[in-house]
């Protein structure tokens, strides 16, 4: 079963997966974005976790060098601490994961499946333009029964073979935990700050000026 579903930008489209209906959504869409505590600006890049249409923050980078970080690495939420770096370092990381997630390319592809929920990697890019991956992978594996594969997702035997993943999806996987060692590592580099209680994420159109 194919669980592919290409990823948010600009125009979003969901293809069908086990039944489920074929949707275009409108150009200017909205998808959630982990929000600055103070200011309220967008994250450049962040992660969080989304189920049911709400969002709970792992990581996000802000423009101003702020970095807020869940001490849940996996599933996000309170409590958190945070950091800040030079704003070029979060301009310099940016770039990064822009190149590794391939946000420069549409339509992007994502592995997600139905009434699950996903891992979010979000970028905001200076022009106003909101891109988002989307994957399951890390929430269902953390239960150590499945295996996430482009195929969906399949138990995991004892004594029977890895699943072998197509190039693709391979390819997806590594750039996806480069872009999360990426973060953390920026993270890991800043000086320490007050974290707050909470963090928020809010809807926002994948596409403004």
């Known amino acids: 079963m194919d669980r592919r579903q290409p990823a948010k930008l600009w125009l979003l489209i969901s293809i069908a997966v086990a039944g489920m209906t074929c949707r275009p959504t409108p150009r200017l869409g909205t998808v959630l974005v982990p929000v600055h505590p103070r200011t309220g600006e967008p994250a450049v890049i962040s992660v969080h976790v989304e189920n049911e249409g709400q969002g709970s923050v792992v990581i996000a980078v802000f423009r101003d060098g702020m970095i807020v970080q869940s001490a849940d690495n996996l599933r996000g939420g309170a409590p958190f601490k945070a950091c800040r770096v030079d704003p070029s370092e979060v301009k310099k990381v940016a770039k990064e994961c822009t190149t590794?997630?391939?946000?420069?390319?549409?339509?992007l592809q994502?592995?997600?499946?139905?009434?699950?929920?996903?891992?979010?990697?979000?970028?905001?890019?200076?022009?106003?333009?909101?891109?988002?991956?989307c994957s399951w992978h890390e929430l269902a594996e953390a239960t150590g029964s499945v295996q996430a594969t482009d195929k969906g997702l399949l138990p995991i035997q004892e004594g029977s073979p890895t699943p072998a993943s197509t190039p693709e999806y391979a390819r997806f996987r590594q750039r996806w935990a480069k872009m999360r060692q990426r973060l953390d590592e920026l993270a890991a580099s800043g000086q320490p700050l007050p974290g707050p209680a909470n963090m928020a994420c809010k809807s926002m159109p994948t596409y403004s000026r």
């Not at 590794?100 to 339509?107: H, K, R």
Request: charged share 15%.
């Open 100 to 107: 590794l997630g391939g946000f420069a390319q549409s339509p």
């Open 110 to 133: 994502s592995w997600t499946g139905p009434d699950a929920a996903d891992t979010v990697i979000g970028l905001s890019a200076d022009d106003g333009t909101r891109c988002q991956l």
